[in-house]
């Protein structure tokens, strides 16, 4: 392939008779590239043919192309074997030959040259089912062999990787995910790999990434893991945090309650159940007692517990506390849209309507920027100062909120905007944005986090428009109430919702 010679059968690749570091999983790529060669071949082909049996993202393909390319002395910006086709997939850019023939020919071939193209293609099938047959062990009796000691040692350095590297930011979670995807592709039934894994993405569902089918794969890879051990604590929280993400706030609770009763020193699980279950619902007092304790329990009291405390002690209103576990979050690489939204609620509260705009806008895309979204955001909060600039601020804001870019804004982005409405008293405008972070169809929640924003004490007006009952309604929060108790701040009447007190 160019200059490159590429030893199948050793799994070399060499370069003026110098071998290239270029091995494992990152050979699998390449040689999946050659067998496509000189065709496209799509993300998820590539994807089969390289973790084959195995889920991974998206994100675990670029990583390996990107090792790739490194191995070879290749470039993203100016290309020399590898080119990528933006949106569907990659292709070689020289041809890949055998000896002075074409590797993979859209033409037939002569009668005789397909037979022994047949013959040779059927001893690679062979040669490939003795291979997997060694690694993976032969089916006996209904069951697998599990992987050998080294490939096990591997998946569990992946692991290990992969825990470590967590800190609550969409990029960590991304990077863990790859590696949990590599520690599979050695070990298919590792439970720490799959629950792991389950987690990880149900976090970046919640944190508002678009993930495809997040919640689905990642109940996939918990209910795997719990099949395999049914006590796995992690599998059972991510389990338990989709079904609050999905609405099913009751199955959820259990979930958390079981797991805390059989793990009271975790503190993990308690900081998920405050901030994926008991904020969304209402229930702040027991939000932040959760996720006091979980940072009390917690051995190292600056990372994820002390972020989702932050997040109950703001929706709380108790701002000098939030913004302390807040400065925490920022020091350990947390998720900085969390953060912003710290400030921006402390900053508001205090009337530094100015610092809260400047915080709101540093988080937002390019898009939104080009599409106004500054100027609009710090009319907004002028407007909070001036009434009198309510009518330019609300102008302002829906000329945002109608514009395409608006419909890729993330959750943490819309935060500040449903605040800024509800402060005005724009309470049409208000219901048209929560029905854009409602679910479309079938019974998956995604927008999570903008459900804990409609219990601050900025959304108060809101919780007291004669709408809003229909709104949780929707959310199939009232059951849950009345199983266990109103949000706080408010009370059931009559089986139906009151925020009216002041």
């Not at 990434?209 to 604590?233: F, M």
């Not at 993330?410 to 219901?431: E, I, K, R």
């Not at 048209?432 to 679910?439: G, Q, S, T």
Request: charged share 20%; glycine share 8%; hydrophobic share 45%.
């Amino acid at each position: 392939m160019g200059d490159l010679h590429i030893d199948v059968g050793a799994r070399r690749v060499l370069r003026h008779e110098v071998d290239l570091d270029v091995s494992g999983l990152t050979f699998d790529l390449l040689l999946a590239l050659v067998q496509a060669s000189p065709a496209l071949a799509t993300f998820d082909e590539l994807m089969e043919r390289v973790w084959a049996g195995v889920i991974v993202s998206p994100e675990t393909l670029t990583q390996r192309v990107k090792l790739l390319r490194q191995a070879l002395g290749d470039s993203a910006d100016q290309p020399r074997y590898i080119a990528a086709v933006r949106g569907h997939g990659y292709r070689l850019i020289p041809a890949a030959t055998n000896g002075d023939q074409e590797l993979i020919r859209k033409t037939p071939y002569p009668k005789r040259r397909q037979l022994a193209v047949a013959a040779v293609a059927g001893l690679v099938v062979i040669g490939v089912a003795a291979l997997a047959a060694a690694w993976w062990g032969l089916r006996d009796g209904g069951g697998q062999r599990a992987p050998s000691a080294s490939l096990q040692a591997e998946a569990e350095q992946f692991i290990r990787q992969a825990q470590g590297i967590t800190s609550g930011s969409p990029a960590s979670f991304l990077a863990a995910m790859s590696l949990y995807d590599e520690a599979l592709s050695r070990d298919p039934d590792s439970v720490s790999a799959l629950a792991g894994r389950a987690m990880n993405r149900a976090a970046l569902v919640w944190t508002g990434s678009p993930l495809g089918r997040g919640l689905d794969l990642a109940q996939r890879d918990a209910e795997r893991a719990l099949t395999l051990a049914p006590s796995n604590l992690e599998a059972t929280a991510a389990l338990a945090s989709i079904n609050a993400m999905r609405g099913n706030w009751r199955e959820a609770d259990a979930q958390f309650r079981a797991a805390i009763t059989a793990h009271p020193r975790d503190p993990g699980i308690r900081a998920r159940y405050a901030v994926s279950l008991l904020l969304p619902t209402g229930q702040l007092r027991r939000a932040v007692e959760e996720a006091t304790q979980a940072q009390a329990l917690s051995a190292d009291r600056e990372g994820f517990t002390a972020a989702m405390l932050a997040l109950a002690r703001s929706a709380q209103g108790s701002d000098a506390e939030a913004v302390r576990y807040a400065d925490l979050m920022l020091v350990r690489g947390g998720d900085p849209r969390q953060v912003a939204q710290v400030y921006i609620s402390a900053a508001s509260r205090s009337g530094h309507y100015q610092e809260a705009a400047e915080r709101a806008i540093s988080v937002m895309t390019v898009e939104l920027h080009d599409a106004g979204a500054d100027a609009a955001i710090r009319q907004g909060f002028a407007a909070l100062a001036s009434p009198a600039q309510r009518d330019a601020a609300l102008s302002a804001l829906r000329k945002l909120t109608n514009d395409p870019a608006w419909e890729n804004a993330d959750t943490w982005t819309h935060w500040p905007v449903l605040h800024l409405l509800s402060g005005l008293g724009a309470m049409d405008d208000l219901h048209a944005e929560m029905a854009r972070l409602l679910p479309k169809g079938g019974d998956t929640f995604p927008q999570i986090i903008a459900v804990g924003a409609l219990w601050s004490p900025e959304m108060r007006p809101f919780r007291q428009d004669r709408r809003f009952g229909a709104l949780v309604e929707r959310l199939r929060l009232t059951d849950f109430w009345r199983n266990v108790a109103a949000p706080d701040g408010c009370k059931l009447v009559d089986g139906e919702l009151d925020c009216s007190a002041p």
